[in-house]
C-alpha cells in the first residue's frame, strides 16, 4: 500500500522535479539530528520524573533512531549527485525512518500519559510532540504525504491517550490537538504546491532561456544589443566568429567604442567605417533602422543593421553577404559577356556600339564593323562532339584577341559567329587588312582533344556612315557575309548596295527549298553504271532534280551549298536514301543503287542508324546499296571514319569513292580505307587520246583493281572513250551519256528491265551502235 501511495504521488511529475522534491527530505541533517537529541533527553525526563521504567527503553530507541537517521542523511549527502531513478530508493529509505521515528514518539506519548498520573509529564511529552510535528511540516514539505503518516503516528496515540484519560479537560486537549495537525497537514500540502510550482516555473524558465540562448547562438547572422548607456547587454556566437572578436573583449560592461575598436583591429571592420557603426548605435531616433555595407581585410560583403528600442538601446544585425554579392556579380557579368568564350555578347557588344554611333566627334576617322563566321565548324561538332567544339570556339576568341588592337571591340553573338567593330580605321583597305589577318590566323591548325583540326573562316564587312543605327550595320555586315560564303568561303567581302538584291534572291531561294522539303517536291533522277564485260547495267547512281514551277529546273549545284548552309543537307540526304532505296526494290535483283552522302551527312554520329532504317523501312538487302563518299569525307581520317566504313563493309554494304582525281587525290585513300569501288572523275578524259592521260588512268585503274577494288571511269560520251578504257580490262564499269542521261525512275525502269532480258542486247552494244550510226 505504502509503494503504491508512492507510485501514485510520482507519477505526473517530470523526473527531475521529482528528484529535486526528494532532495529536499535530506536538505538539513544537523536540525534533524539535535530534533532527536532533544527529544530523547525530553522522554528520559518523563522516565526520572514519573520513574515509569517503561519510559527508559523507548528514550533510547528515539535516541537510536535519530541516529540512523542523521547517518542516513550523511550517505545520501556522499552519493550526490543523485538521478531520478535512484531517488525513489532514498525515497523509500527515507520513509522507513521517518515512519518509525514517528512511531518512537506515539509509543512515548501513549505511554507518559495513559499509564503516568504526572501532569508535567504530561504536558512535556505534548509540547515536544506539537514542535516536533511543527519542525516536519517544514521538513518534509516535497512529500507531504510522509509527513502525513508521520502525524498519523505519532499524533495519533497522543489524542487517543488523552481521550482516554475521560477528564473533560484532556478531552478538550485531544480535540485541539486534532484540529491544529489537521492545519498542518493543510500547510504542508500548501506549500508542496508553492514549491512545486516554483520549481515547474523555474525548469520552464530555464528551458527557454536554454531555447533562446541556442537559437540566438545558432543564427546565420551576428547579433549584439547595447543598452540605452551604450553598454553590451546581448552577443551571440555568430557575432563574435564573424568579427573575430576574442572571448575576453566581450563582457556585459564592454562599450560600443571597445567593441569597435576591436573590430577594426580584428581586420573585420574597415576603419573608414568604425565611425558609420558608432553614430549608428549611438545616434539613431527611436524605432529607426539604418543599414550600411562594408568589406574587410579579406574581401568579405558585410551588411550592418541597426534598430533602435523603445528603451533607447540599439540591436545590430550583421549577415554575411558575400556570397549574395559574387552571385549578383556573376549574374551581372553573364547578362553581359558570353560564359564559354569569356568574350562580350550581343546584347553588350550593341550597347557599345550604339554609344559609339551616337557620338558624332568618331565620325572624324572611319569605323567597320566585321561580321565573322566559322567555316565547317559544324563538323568538328559532328565528328568530335560539342566539348570539342566548345574548346575550339575558345582557341578562335583567343586568337581574335591577340589580332585585334586596344581600341577594337570583339564579341561573341552565339553559335560559331563573332563580330568585330573597329575604331578608328583610315580606309577600307585598313579594315581589308584586319580581316585578311583574321581569315588567315582562325585558318590555322589547331590541337583539340589531340586531333588536328582545320576549319576556316568567311567575313562580311559594313563600313560605317553618320544616320547608321546598329541593327542597320549588322544587317549589312550580314549580308556581306552570305556573299562572302557564296564566293567560296575562306574570304572576306563589302557590303554593296547591290548585296542586297542577291541576298535576298538567295533568302527566297531558302524559303523555297524549305517549302518543298515539306511538300517532297524534289524528284530523283537516275543515271546508268555499265559493267563492262556483260555490257548489261549494274547499277543506277541517284541524282537529285528540282523542277521549281517559276524558276524551272534548278541545279543541284545550285541546291546542295545552299542546303548545307542552312543545316538541312541531313534531312534531305535521308529522305533521298530511303526514296532511292525503295525504288531499287522495283528492279531487277542484279541491278545495284548507288547514293551519294554528303561529308556533313556522313559524319553525323547516327549515319549508321540512318543507313539501316532505310535498308528496314523498303526491305532492300544491304549488297544492292552502295554508299558514294567523296574525298572531303575522308579528309578526316580519324578512328572513327575508319569505324564506321568497316561497320557498313561488315553489314553487307558497299563502300564507292567517287570523284576520285579530284582535290588531293591521295592514294593513301585507297590503302587505308575499307573501298570497294573508286570512280575516276571525268577530268581524266581530257585528251585520253595522249600518251600521259592513258598511262596515268590506267595507272589508277590497275593500282585499284590490284587493290581488290572495282574501277568506274565517269563522263564516257563516245565509242572512241569507251574503246581506249577497255582495252587493258582494269575498268570495271562505265557511266556517262554514252549510255544514257539521268532519268526520271518511270523511264529508268524499261530501260533497267530490257537491259537485262535475255532477248535482248547488251547495252553497250547498243550504245556502240548507235554511236557508230551517229558518226
Same mark, same amino acid.
Given at each position: 500500500?505504502?509503494?503504491?501511495?508512492?507510485?501514485?504521488?510520482?507519477?505526473?511529475?517530470?523526473?527531475?522535479?521529482?528528484?529535486?522534491?526528494?532532495?529536499?527530505?535530506?536538505?538539513?541533517?544537523?536540525?534533524?539530528?539535535?530534533?532527536?537529541?532533544?527529544?530523547?533527553?525530553?522522554?528520559?525526563?518523563?522516565?526520572?520524573?514519573?520513574?515509569?521504567?517503561?519510559?527508559?527503553?523507548?528514550?533510547? /530507541?528515539?535516541?537510536?533512531?535519530?541516529?540512523?537517521?542523521?547517518?542516513?542523511?550523511?550517505?545520501?549527502?556522499?552519493?550526490?549527485?543523485?538521478?531520478?531513478?535512484?531517488?525513489?530508493?532514498?525515497?523509500?529509505?527515507?520513509?522507513?525512518?521517518?515512519?518509525?521515528?514517528?512511531?518512537?514518539?506515539?509509543?512515548?506519548?501513549?505511554?507518559?500519559?495513559?499509564?503516568?498520573?504526572?501532569?508535567?509529564?504530561?504536558?512535556?511529552?505534548?509540547?515536544?510532540?506539537?514542535?516536533?510535528?511543527?519542525?516536519?511540516?517544514?521538513?518534509?514539505?516535497?512529500?507531504?504525504?510522509?509527513?502525513?503518516?508521520?502525524?498519523?503516528?505519532?499524533?495519533?496515540?497522543?489524542?487517543?491517550?488523552?481521550?482516554?484519560?475521560?477528564?473533560?479537560?484532556?478531552?478538550?486537549?485531544?480535540?485541539?490537538?486534532?484540529?491544529? *495537525?489537521?492545519?498542518? !497537514?493543510?500547510?504542508?500540502?500548501?506549500?508542496?504546491?508553492?514549491?512545486?510550482?516554483?520549481?515547474?516555473?523555474?525548469?520552464?524558465?530555464?528551458?527557454?532561456?536554454?531555447?533562446?540562448?541556442?537559437?540566438?547562438?545558432?543564427?546565420?547572422?551576428?547579433?549584439?544589443?547595447?543598452?540605452? +548607456?551604450?553598454?553590451?547587454?546581448?552577443?551571440?556566437?555568430? #557575432?563574435?566568429?564573424?568579427?573575430?572578436?576574442?572571448?575576453?573583449?566581450?563582457?556585459?560592461?564592454?562599450?560600443?567604442?571597445?567593441?569597435?575598436?576591436?573590430?577594426?583591429?580584428?581586420?573585420?571592420?574597415?576603419?573608414?567605417?568604425?565611425?558609420?557603426?558608432?553614430?549608428?548605435?549611438?545616434?539613431?531616433?527611436?524605432?529607426?533602422?539604418?543599414?550600411?555595407?562594408?568589406?574587410? !581585410?579579406?574581401?568579405?560583403?558585410?551588411?550592418?543593421?541597426?534598430?533602435?528600442?523603445?528603451?533607447?538601446?540599439?540591436?545590430?544585425?550583421?549577415?554575411?553577404?558575400?556570397?549574395?554579392? @559574387?552571385?549578383?556579380?556573376?549574374?551581372?557579368?553573364?547578362?553581359?559577356?558570353?560564359?564559354?568564350?569569356?568574350?562580350? @555578347?550581343?546584347?553588350? #557588344?550593341?550597347?557599345?556600339?550604339?554609344?559609339?554611333?551616337?557620338?558624332?566627334?568618331?565620325?572624324?576617322?572611319?569605323?567597320?564593323?566585321?561580321?565573322?563566321?566559322?567555316?565547317?565548324?559544324?563538323?568538328?561538332?559532328?565528328?568530335?562532339?560539342?566539348?570539342?567544339?566548345?574548346?575550339?570556339?575558345?582557341?578562335?576568341?583567343?586568337?581574335?584577341?591577340?589580332?585585334?588592337?586596344?581600341?577594337?571591340?570583339?564579341?561573341? #553573338?552565339?553559335?560559331?559567329?563573332?563580330?568585330?567593330?573597329?575604331?578608328?580605321?583610315?580606309?577600307? +583597305?585598313?579594315?581589308?587588312?584586319?580581316?585578311?589577318?583574321?581569315?588567315?590566323?582562325?585558318?590555322?591548325?589547331?590541337?583539340?582533344?589531340?586531333?588536328?583540326?582545320?576549319?576556316?573562316?568567311?567575313?562580311?564587312?559594313?563600313?560605317?556612315?553618320?544616320?547608321?543605327?546598329?541593327?542597320?550595320?549588322?544587317?549589312?555586315?550580314?549580308?556581306?557575309?552570305? $556573299?562572302? !560564303?557564296?564566293?567560296?568561303?575562306?574570304?572576306?567581302?563589302?557590303?554593296? +548596295?547591290?548585296?542586297?538584291?542577291?541576298?535576298?534572291?538567295?533568302?527566297?531561294?531558302?524559303?523555297?527549298?524549305?517549302?518543298?522539303?515539306?511538300?517532297?517536291?524534289? +524528284?530523283?533522277?537516275?543515271?546508268?553504271?555499265? @559493267?563492262?564485260?556483260?555490257?548489261?547495267?549494274?547499277?543506277?547512281?541517284?541524282?537529285?532534280?528540282?523542277?521549281?514551277?517559276?524558276?524551272?529546273?534548278?541545279?543541284?549545284?545550285?541546291?546542295?551549298?545552299?542546303?548545307?548552309?542552312?543545316?538541312?543537307?541531313?534531312?534531305?540526304?535521308?529522305?533521298?536514301?530511303?526514296?532511292?532505296?525503295?525504288?531499287?526494290?522495283?528492279?531487277?535483283?542484279?541491278?545495284?543503287?548507288?547514293?551519294?552522302?554528303?561529308?556533313?551527312? *556522313?559524319? $553525323? $554520329?547516327?549515319?549508321?542508324?540512318?543507313?539501316?532504317?532505310?535498308?528496314?523501312?523498303?526491305?532492300?538487302?544491304?549488297?544492292?546499296?552502295?554508299?558514294?563518299?567523296?574525298?572531303?569525307?575522308?579528309?578526316?581520317?580519324?578512328?572513327?571514319?575508319?569505324?564506321?566504313?568497316?561497320?557498313?563493309?561488315?553489314? /553487307?554494304?558497299?563502300?564507292?569513292?567517287?570523284?576520285?582525281?579530284?582535290?588531293?587525290?591521295?592514294?593513301?585513300?585507297?590503302?587505308?580505307?575499307?573501298?570497294?569501288?573508286?570512280?575516276?572523275?571525268?577530268?581524266?578524259?581530257?585528251?585520253?587520246? /595522249?600518251?600521259?592521260?592513258?598511262?596515268?588512268?590506267?595507272?589508277?585503274?590497275?593500282?585499284?583493281?590490284?587493290?581488290?577494288?572495282?574501277?568506274?571511269?565517269?563522263?564516257?560520251?563516245?565509242?572512241?572513250?569507251?574503246?581506249?578504257?577497255? !582495252?587493258?580490262?582494269?575498268?570495271?564499269?562505265?557511266?556517262?551519256?554514252?549510255?544514257?542521261?539521268?532519268?526520271?525512275?518511270?523511264?529508268?525502269?524499261?530501260?533497267?528491265?530490257?537491259?537485262?532480258?535475255?532477248?535482248?542486247?547488251?547495252?553497250?552494244?547498243?550504245?556502240?551502235?548507235?554511236?557508230?550510226?551517229?558518226?
Amino acid at each position: 500500500m505504502m509503494l503504491r501511495r508512492f507510485a501514485l504521488n510520482t507519477v505526473n511529475l517530470p523526473p527531475s522535479i521529482y528528484a529535486a522534491l526528494v532532495d529536499s527530505l535530506f536538505s538539513n541533517p544537523l536540525p534533524l539530528f539535535a530534533g532527536a537529541l532533544n527529544t530523547a533527553i525530553a522522554a528520559a525526563l518523563t522516565a526520572y520524573k514519573t520513574g515509569d521504567d517503561r519510559l527508559w527503553p523507548i528514550a533510547f /530507541g528515539i535516541a537510536l533512531v535519530g541516529a540512523f537517521r542523521s547517518l542516513q542523511m550523511r550517505q545520501y549527502k556522499r552519493a550526490q549527485p543523485v538521478s531520478p531513478a535512484a531517488a525513489s530508493a532514498w525515497e523509500i529509505r527515507y520513509q522507513i525512518g521517518a515512519l518509525t521515528f514517528a512511531a518512537m514518539h506515539g509509543l512515548w506519548c501513549f505511554v507518559t500519559i495513559y499509564f503516568t498520573n504526572d501532569p508535567v509529564a504530561h504536558m512535556l511529552c505534548t509540547v515536544v510532540i506539537v514542535a516536533t510535528a511543527s519542525a516536519g511540516a517544514g521538513r518534509t514539505y516535497g512529500r507531504p504525504w510522509i509527513y502525513h503518516l508521520q502525524v498519523l503516528v505519532a499524533i495519533g496515540p497522543l489524542v487517543l491517550a488523552l481521550a482516554l484519560r475521560g477528564d473533560p479537560y484532556y478531552i478538550s486537549l485531544a480535540a485541539l490537538s486534532a484540529l491544529f *495537525f489537521l492545519s498542518l !497537514k493543510q500547510i504542508s500540502q500548501r506549500l508542496q504546491k508553492i514549491y512545486v510550482d516554483a520549481m515547474i516555473t523555474g525548469e520552464r524558465e530555464s528551458a527557454l532561456a536554454s531555447q533562446f540562448d541556442t537559437a540566438l547562438n545558432n543564427m546565420p547572422h551576428g547579433l549584439c544589443m547595447f543598452n540605452a +548607456e551604450g553598454h553590451l547587454a546581448v552577443v551571440n556566437g555568430r #557575432f563574435a566568429d564573424m568579427m573575430r572578436l576574442p572571448q575576453s573583449q566581450i563582457h556585459r560592461d564592454a562599450t560600443v567604442a571597445e567593441i569597435v575598436a576591436g573590430c577594426v583591429d580584428a581586420g573585420s571592420l574597415p576603419a573608414d567605417d568604425a565611425g558609420k557603426v558608432r553614430a549608428a548605435i549611438g545616434g539613431a531616433r527611436q524605432a529607426e533602422t539604418t543599414t550600411f555595407e562594408s568589406k574587410d !581585410k579579406n574581401g568579405r560583403a558585410l551588411e550592418w543593421t541597426f534598430q533602435s528600442m523603445a528603451d533607447g538601446g540599439t540591436v545590430v544585425l550583421v549577415e554575411d553577404i558575400t556570397e549574395r554579392r @559574387n552571385a549578383e556579380a556573376r549574374i551581372n557579368h553573364l547578362a553581359r559577356f558570353d560564359e564559354l568564350t569569356g568574350l562580350p @555578347n550581343r546584347v553588350s #557588344f550593341q550597347n557599345e556600339i550604339e554609344r559609339d554611333l551616337a557620338d558624332s566627334q568618331n565620325w572624324s576617322h572611319l569605323s567597320a564593323l566585321l561580321f565573322v563566321d566559322l567555316d565547317q565548324f559544324k563538323q568538328v561538332n559532328d565528328t568530335l562532339g560539342h566539348p570539342a567544339g566548345d574548346r575550339l570556339l575558345c582557341s578562335v576568341a583567343a586568337r581574335l584577341r591577340e589580332i585585334m588592337r586596344p581600341e577594337d571591340y570583339v564579341a561573341r #553573338f552565339g553559335g560559331d559567329e563573332f563580330v568585330v567593330f573597329l575604331r578608328s580605321i583610315r580606309s577600307n +583597305e585598313d579594315a581589308a587588312a584586319i580581316a585578311a589577318r583574321i581569315v588567315d590566323r582562325v585558318s590555322e591548325t589547331y590541337a583539340i582533344d589531340n586531333h588536328m583540326v582545320e576549319i576556316g573562316a568567311s567575313i562580311g564587312i559594313a563600313m560605317t556612315s553618320p544616320g547608321i543605327g546598329p541593327d542597320h550595320i549588322l544587317r549589312n555586315a550580314d549580308m556581306a557575309l552570305y $556573299r562572302a !560564303k557564296a564566293d567560296g568561303r575562306g574570304t572576306y567581302c563589302f557590303f554593296r +548596295e547591290e548585296l542586297a538584291e542577291s541576298i535576298e534572291a538567295r533568302r527566297s531561294l531558302e524559303i523555297d527549298l524549305r517549302h518543298a522539303m515539306a511538300n517532297e517536291e524534289f +524528284e530523283l533522277y537516275f543515271q546508268p553504271l555499265v @559493267n563492262l564485260k556483260s555490257g548489261r547495267i549494274s547499277t543506277c547512281e541517284t541524282l537529285l532534280r528540282w523542277n521549281h514551277p517559276v524558276r524551272g529546273s534548278v541545279s543541284p549545284a545550285e541546291i546542295i551549298p545552299v542546303v548545307e548552309d542552312m543545316g538541312l543537307i541531313v534531312d534531305l540526304g535521308r529522305w533521298i536514301l530511303r526514296r532511292a532505296c525503295m525504288e531499287c526494290m522495283t528492279w531487277p535483283e542484279a541491278v545495284n543503287i548507288a547514293v551519294n552522302f554528303s561529308s556533313q551527312q *556522313f559524319h $553525323r $554520329r547516327d549515319v549508321l542508324n540512318d543507313i539501316r532504317y532505310a535498308l528496314e523501312v523498303s526491305g532492300l538487302p544491304a549488297h544492292r546499296l552502295e554508299v558514294e563518299i567523296t574525298e572531303s569525307s575522308l579528309l578526316r581520317n580519324t578512328p572513327w571514319t575508319r569505324d564506321v566504313l568497316e561497320q557498313l563493309r561488315n553489314e /553487307g554494304v558497299r563502300i564507292s569513292l567517287d570523284d576520285f582525281g579530284t582535290g588531293y587525290s591521295s592514294l593513301s585513300y585507297l590503302h587505308n580505307f575499307p573501298l570497294q569501288k573508286v570512280k575516276i572523275d571525268r577530268s581524266f578524259l581530257e585528251g585520253i587520246d /595522249g600518251d600521259r592521260p592513258q598511262t596515268l588512268l590506267r595507272g589508277i585503274a590497275r593500282l585499284s583493281a590490284d587493290l581488290g577494288m572495282s574501277v568506274v571511269v565517269e563522263g564516257i560520251e563516245t565509242n572512241e572513250q569507251l574503246e581506249l578504257i577497255s !582495252k587493258d580490262g582494269t575498268v570495271t564499269e562505265a557511266q556517262g551519256y554514252l549510255f544514257g542521261k539521268p532519268v526520271p525512275a518511270a523511264q529508268i525502269r524499261p530501260l533497267l528491265r530490257a537491259s537485262h532480258a535475255r532477248d535482248t542486247a547488251p547495252v553497250i552494244e547498243i550504245a556502240r551502235s548507235a554511236a557508230r550510226s551517229i558518226a
